[in-house]
C-alpha cells in the first residue's frame, strides 16, 4: 500500500515563513504528479500548488509569489515552502500523489492518495 507522510505544519506569525514536506512510501515504481491543497473552515479544498505529469509547477493566485513547490524525485517527497504567510493561509494543508503505480507481489497497481492533513495557523 501507499502512504503519504506530512510534516512541518504549525503555527506562525504574519509574515513569516514555514516549509511542509510530504514523504510517499511504499513499493512505488511511479508517481504522476504530486502537490499541495488546503481546506478552511467552512470552505472547500482547494489546490495551492502542484506539479503536472510533465513536471510544469502550477500555483493558486493566491500564493503566487510566495508559496514554492519543489520534489525530491528520488525520496518520493514534496515540498511547500510558504512565504510572507498571511491569516488567509490559515488552513489544513493536504498533500496529494496522483498517478501512483505500485507494486503488491506480482502485480501492479495506480491509485490516487491523500495525506492526513497538517495544520498551518497564521496570527495576525
Known amino acids: 500500500q501507499v502512504q503519504l507522510v506530512e510534516s512541518g505544519g504549525g503555527l506562525v506569525q504574519a509574515g513569516g515563513s514555514l516549509r511542509l514536506s510530504c514523504a510517499a512510501s511504499g513499493s512505488i515504481s511511479s508517481i504522476n504528479g504530486m502537490g499541495w491543497y488546503r481546506q478552511a473552515p467552512g470552505k472547500q479544498r482547494e489546490l495551492v500548488a502542484a506539479f503536472t505529469s510533465g513536471g510544469s509547477a502550477n500555483y493558486a493566485d493566491s500564493v503566487k509569489g510566495r508559496f514554492t513547490i519543489s520534489r525530491d524525485n528520488a525520496k518520493n517527497t514534496v515540498y511547500l515552502q510558504m512565504n510572507s504567510l498571511k491569516p488567509e493561509d490559515t488552513a489544513v494543508y493536504y498533500c496529494?500523489?496522483?498517478?501512483?503505480?505500485?507494486?503488491?507481489?506480482?502485480?501492479?497497481?495506480?491509485?490516487?492518495?491523500w495525506g492526513q492533513g497538517t495544520q498551518v495557523t497564521v496570527s495576525s
Open positions: 496529494n500523489a496522483n498517478g501512483v503505480t505500485y507494486a503488491r507481489g506480482s502485480h501492479f497497481y495506480s491509485g490516487d492518495y
